[in-house]
C-alpha cells in the first residue's frame, strides 16, 4: 500500500490490473513521458488486394484474425441508440470467441444486452465507462477483472503510449464507401462528429468499419480516411435514430438549476477571463446549458465575442456560432440534431479527435486553449477533490468523460450542482473516490452561491470587486460544507468490502483512486 | 394478549424529490423498514427521527413503512406524525 | 420591502425548504389554494415543522391560511401561530368584523405562546367585490393589517368576467385599492401573474401597477423575481437624483435653512422621504422597520 497525492492508499500490485508502484498519481501535471509512440501493425492493401467489403460482421471477425483474449475497441458516437457493439459480440459469442478486452469509448443504457457476454466469459475484461445495469453488476462483483476508467483524454495517451493495444476497431459508421472513408455526417445514423474513433483508427493492428449507408467512391467530406481501414461491412442499421441524437436541446425552466446557472454566469463575468476571444465548454447537461444562456446574455451587453466552444456541442452553441457571439465550435461529439446538421455544412464548426480535445500527452490539446469549463460532479470534498465515478452507494455508476481533462486545461473550472440530491449533500468532507483532484478544480457553484478553492486568491479578489447587481455572492467552503452536514445530517459510511473493482485513472495513466466491491 | 384490531394502514407524504412516502399499520411491536435513495447512507439517521416522532406522541406500537426520495428530517418527522394522526382517526379517516 | 411575495405550496417539502434561496422580500407558506382539501392535514404540519426550522434568509415569513369560510382557520392558526411568524395572509376578507374576528383568536393565541400580542400582522385578500368595496375599513379595522391585495381569479369571478391578459377587469380594483391602502397607511400589494412563461407580459404588469403606486406584487414562480426586482429597482440616474437631494436636505438643516432647491426642483419633506425610499429600494441604505 502507498498513499498517492490525493490522499487515497492504493495497493502496490492489483489483481487484474498490474503494479502501480510508478503508476501513483503525484499531481496533475507530474508525470513526464519518455521514448516513442506505440503503433498499430504495418499493412500494405495493393492495386491487386481483393476489394475491402465483406459481407456480414462474422466473416469481418474472420477477416480480422480475432481470437479469444484480444482486444476490441468502439466508439460511442451513436449513443443509447448504439447497435454496433451488440452485434459485434453476438457474432464473437457464435464463432465461440471468449475472454475478449471491451475497450469502447463509452458505454451506454442499450449495452446492458452484453450482461449475458459477460456472465458467459465472451467479455472478460472492460476498460472503459461502465453505466446502469453493467455498472451495478461491475459494482456487485460480477466481473472477475477490474474495470479501468480513463478519461476521453487519458485514453488516447493509453493507446498512443501503449498502454493499451488494439487488436481490432469496430467502427461504426453513419456514411463510407468501399475503400473504408468513414463520416458521421450523414446518412440514416448521422451522428455529426466522430472525434472518438480516431485514434482507435491509426492505432489498432485491424480497422473494420461498419455501415449502414454504403456510397460510392470517394465520400466527401470524409472524417477518417480509408487508409487506416482493412475491411468494410454494410449491415441494415447501425443504430437508432432516436437514441442516436436528441431533438433540439432547450434551456431549462427549473428554478434551482436556473439559479444556480445565474451564479455561475456571474462567476464568469467578474473573472478576468471575460473579454473579447473567451472560451467555455459547457456540455449538454441542465444547469451548464443555462449558463451558456446566461453568458449570451451577458456577452450581448458587453459587446464580447467568444473565440470557440469546445467539446459536445449542443444546437444552443450552433446559435451562438450562427448569431456570431462565438467564432470557432471544435466538436469531439454532437449532441443533437441542430449540430449533426451545422457540422455537416459550417465550415467555422471543426471536427476534432479526443487526441486533439484532450490528450495530455500530444503537443497541445484543446482544452489547453480553453478559458472556462462547467462541469458537474456526484459530490465535491471540502479540498475541491471531485467525484464523477461512483454513486451516494458507492456503486460505479459513471465514466469519466472528459471531467478530467477540462478540468486540467481550462483556466476556470468550475463544478455547479445542487447543495443536495433529495437527502444527499454533494458537498462532503472526503468524496468516496477521486475522480479528479481539488488542484484543478476552482469553485463550486450552488443554489447558496460561489465556493471559491481558497488557492484562486486571485478569483475571490475578482468576485469581491463586483457590486450591485454583478456582486457574486460568495461562501466559504467549511461554510458551504457544514450546510450541507446540516440539512442531511450524518451520512453512514459505504458498506462495501475489499476487492477491488475498478482503477480510476488519471489522465496520465496514474492511479488517482480505486473502487471497491459492494458489500 | 389480544392484539387490537388495528389493521388499517395509514399514509402521508408522497414520492416527490425531497419528500417520502410514510405508511403505518398496526404491530405487535415498533418496527421501521426503509427503501430509497437515502437508505444506503442514512438508515440510522432516520431510524432515530422516526423513534423520535413516534416518543413525542406517545405512540402505540406499530410498524413504519418509508419509502424515501430524499426526505430531509424535517420532513421525513413532518411526514411521520402526520401518518400516525391519520392511523390514530382510524380506517375511516 | 414587500416587492416580490413568493407562494410556497404547503405540501411541496422541494419548494418549501429552498424558497427562500430566490431571494424574494418575502414567503406566503400556502395552505389554502395550493394543498387538496385531503391533504390539509398533511400540510399543516409539514408547514409548522419548516417553520419550526425556521430556514428563511432575510425574507419575511407569512402563511396563506384556509378562509374564515372554512372549519380549518383555527387549526391553521393554532399550528403555526406558536411558530412566531411575521403575518398571515387571509383570503376572501369581506369586512372589518372578519378582520376583528382573526384579530382575537391572533391574539389568544399569542398570549398562550409567549408572544407578544399583537406581532403576527394581517394581510388582506379582498376577492370580492363587496371586500374591495369595504377596502379602506378592512385596513382600518386592526393595527395588525399590513397590506390589502386584490384576489385574481375569485374576484374576477365574483365580478362576472375572466382574466384578460391585458388586466382589463382588475384595473379599477386595482386603482381603488391602492388609495384606499394609503389612507388607511398599509401597504398595496397586488395579485399574482398567473402567466409563468410570459415574462414581457408580467414586466408589463409590474410597470402598470409601480406607477400606480403598489409596493410590490405577488409571486407565483421564482423565475418572476427578477423581473419584478428589475422594475421596482431604481435607475443609476434616478438614484444619483436621490442622494443629491437627501445630502442638500442635510446641509440645509445643519446651516437651519428652511426647503432648498436641487436640479430647480423645490426639495421638502415629501421629496426627501420619496429620496430615502428610493435609495432603500435601490439597496443604498437599510430598510427601517416600519412604524404604526
Given amino acids: 500500500m502507498a498513499i498517492n497525492a490525493v490522499g487515497r492508499d492504493i495497493p502496490s500490485h492489483i489483481e487484474g490490473y498490474g503494479d502501480t508502484t510508478n503508476r501513483l498519481f503525484a499531481g496533475a501535471f507530474a508525470r513526464i513521458p519518455e521514448g516513442n509512440r506505440d503503433g498499430g501493425k504495418i499493412r500494405a492493401h495493393g492495386p491487386k488486394e481483393n476489394g475491402k467489403l465483406l459481407s456480414g460482421i462474422r ?71 461502465v453505466n446502469g445495469p453493467i455498472g451495478q453488476l461491475v459494482s456487485e462483483g460480477g466481473m472477475e477483472v477490474p474495470v479501468v476508467l480513463r478519461s ?9 503510449s501503449g498502454d493499451v493495444h488494439i487488436d481490432v476497431a469496430f467502427i461504426a459508421a453513419p456514411t463510407a464507401d468501399r475503400a473504408g472513408n468513414i463520416s458521421g455526417r450523414e446518412g440514416k445514423s448521422a451522428c455529426g462528429a466522430i472525434g472518438y474513433a480516431f485514434t482507435d483508427a491509426q492505432y489498432a493492428d485491424c480497422v473494420v468499419a461498419i455501415t449502414d449507408n454504403l456510397q460510392p467512391y470517394p465520400i466527401a467530406p470524409i472524417s477518417i480516411p480509408g487508409i487506416y481501414v482493412d475491411y468494410v461491412v454494410q449491415v441494415e442499421s447501425i443504430g437508432d435514430p432516436a ?54 446574455e451577458a456577452m450581448m451587453r458587453h459587446d464580447i465575442r467568444a473565440s470557440f466552444g469546445l ?47 484532450a490528450n495530455p500527452w500530444n503537443c497541445g490539446a484543446a482544452v489547453n486553449s480553453l478559458d472556462v469549463v462547467i462541469l458537474g460532479a456526484t459530490e465535491v470534498d471540502t479540498d475541491f477533490n471531485a467525484n464523477v465515478n461512483t454513486e451516494a452507494d458507492g456503486a460505479l455508476l459513471h465514466g469519466t468523460g472528459g471531467h478530467q481533462d477540462t478540468a486540467a486545461g481550462a483556466k476556470l473550472t468550475i463544478i455547479a450542482q445542487p447543495l443536495l440530491r433529495g437527502r444527499i449533500p454533494c458537498v462532503t468532507d472526503r468524496v468516496h473516490s477521486v475522480t479528479t483532484p481539488g488542484e484543478v478544480v476552482d469553485a463550486i457553484v450552488t443554489e447558496f452561491g460561489v465556493t471559491i478553492n481558497p488557492r484562486r486568491q486571485d478569483l475571490i479578489d475578482a468576485c469581491k470587486e463586483a457590486k450591485g447587481k454583478d456582486a457574486v455572492p460568495l461562501v466559504p467552503i467549511d461554510e458551504l460544507y457544514a450546510r450541507a452536514r446540516k440539512m442531511s445530517g450524518p451520512m453512514e459510511p459505504v458498506a462495501q468490502g475489499d476487492r477491488i473493482i475498478g482503477v480510476i485513472e488519471w489522465r496520465d495513466g496514474t492511479v488517482i483512486d480505486v473502487v471497491r466491491q459492494l458489500a | 394478549m389480544n392484539e387490537p384490531a388495528t389493521t388499517h394502514v ?84 | 420591502m414587500r416587492r416580490t411575495m413568493l407562494y410556497l405550496p ?84 369581506e369586512s372589518p368584523q372578519t ?111 409601480k406607477s400606480l403606486g403598489y409596493d410590490g406584487k405577488s409571486v407565483i414562480h421564482p423565475n418572476q423575481i427578477p423581473i419584478i426586482h428589475d422594475v421596482y429597482t431604481p435607475t443609476e440616474k434616478e438614484v444619483e437624483t436621490a442622494k443629491k437631494i437627501i445630502q442638500a436636505a442635510k446641509d440645509a438643516a445643519e446651516r437651519g435653512l428652511g426647503a432648498v432647491s436641487v436640479d430647480g426642483r423645490m426639495v421638502d419633506v415629501p421629496v426627501v422621504k420619496r429620496a430615502e425610499f428610493t435609495l432603500v429600494r435601490a439597496g443604498v441604505l437599510p430598510e427601517q422597520e416600519k412604524g404604526r
Fill in chain 1, 152 to 160: 476521453h483524454g487519458g485514453r488516447p495517451r493509453a493507446v498512443v
Fill in chain 2, 10 to 93: 395509514a399514509q402521508a407524504g408522497t414520492l416527490e424529490s425531497m419528500d417520502c412516502l410514510v405508511s403505518i399499520t398496526g404491530a405487535g411491536a415498533r418496527a421501521i423498514e426503509i427503501s430509497g435513495s437515502s437508505a444506503a447512507r442514512f438508515k440510522g439517521a432516520i431510524e432515530k427521527k422516526i423513534g423520535e416522532v413516534l416518543d413525542t406522541l406517545s405512540a402505540k406500537p406499530v410498524k413504519v413503512t418509508v419509502q424515501d426520495n430524499g426526505a430531509i428530517d424535517v420532513v421525513l418527522g413532518a411526514r411521520v406524525e402526520a401518518a400516525y394522526r391519520r392511523f390514530e382517526r382510524g380506517p375511516s379517516a
Fill in chain 1, 59 to 129: 466473416e469481418a471477425i474472420a477477416a480480422s484474425g480475432l481470437k479469444s483474449g484480444m482486444t476490441v475497441s468502439f466508439h460511442h458516437h451513436l449513443r443509447n441508440g448504439d447497435y454496433v457493439v451488440g452485434q459485434v459480440i453476438d457474432a464473437c459469442a457464435e464463432m465461440g470467441i471468449r475472454d475478449l478486452t471491451l475497450f469502447p469509448t463509452a458505454l451506454f443504457g442499450v449495452h446492458k444486452a452484453i450482461i449475458p457476454h459477460i456472465k458467459s466469459g465472451v467479455i472478460r475484461r472492460i476498460m472503459g465507462s
Fill in chain 3, 99 to 209: 378582520v376583528r374576528d382573526l384579530d382575537e383568536e391572533l391574539s389568544r393565541i399569542e398570549a398562550a405562546s409567549g408572544i407578544e400580542v399583537g406581532h403576527t400582522k394581517i394581510f388582506c385578500l379582498l376577492e370580492t367585490a363587496f371586500g374591495v368595496w369595504n377596502a379602506y375599513d378592512i385596513a382600518k379595522s386592526s393595527p395588525r393589517v399590513a397590506a390589502i391585495i386584490p384576489g385574481g381569479e375569485d374576484l374576477a369571478a365574483d365580478l362576472r368576467t375572466n382574466r384578460s391578459a391585458e388586466g382589463t377587469e382588475l384595473e379599477w380594483v386595482r386603482r381603488m385599492l391602492i388609495i384606499a391602502a394609503r389612507a388607511a397607511g398599509v401597504d398595496a400589494l397586488d395579485t399574482v401573474f398567473p402567466r409563468v412563461a410570459d415574462d414581457d407580459g408580467l414586466r408589463r404588469e409590474v410597470e402598470f401597477i
Fill in chain 3, 10 to 93: 404547503g405540501n411541496n417539502p422541494n419548494m418549501l425548504t429552498r424558497g427562500y434561496l430566490f431571494g424574494s422580500d418575502g414567503l406566503i407558506l400556502d395552505l389554502e389554494d395550493a394543498v387538496a382539501v385531503s391533504e390539509k392535514d398533511t400540510a399543516r404540519i409539514l408547514v409548522r415543522d419548516i417553520l419550526r426550522r425556521g430556514e428563511f434568509g432575510s425574507c419575511e415569513v407569512t402563511v396563506r391560511i384556509n378562509g374564515v369560510d372554512t372549519d380549518l382557520w383555527r387549526d391553521d392558526l393554532a399550528a403555526i401561530i406558536p411558530c412566531k411568524i411575521d403575518g398571515i395572509r387571509a383570503p376572501k376578507i
Fill in chain 1, 243 to 296: 437514441g442516436i441524437v436528441s431533438g433540439t436541446t432547450r434551456v431549462t425552466r427549473d428554478p434551482l438549476r436556473l439559479l444556480i446557472a445565474k451564479y455561475a454566469s456571474k462567476l464568469i463575468e467578474a473573472s478576468p477571463y471575460f473579454m473579447d476571444g473567451i472560451s467555455f465548454q459547457t456540455g449538454a447537461g441542465g444547469i451548464p446549458l443555462a449558463v451558456t444562456a446566461y453568458m449570451k
Fill in chain 1, 311 to 357: 467539446g459536445g456541442i449542443t444546437g444552443y452553441f450552433v446559435e451562438l456560432l450562427r448569431e456570431g457571439l462565438v467564432e470557432k465550435l471544435m466538436d469531439v461529439q454532437s449532441f443533437d440534431l441542430d449540430a449533426v446538421k451545422s457540422i455537416a455544412t459550417d465550415p467555422r464548426h471543426i471536427e476534432i479527435s479526443a487526441d486533439w480535445y
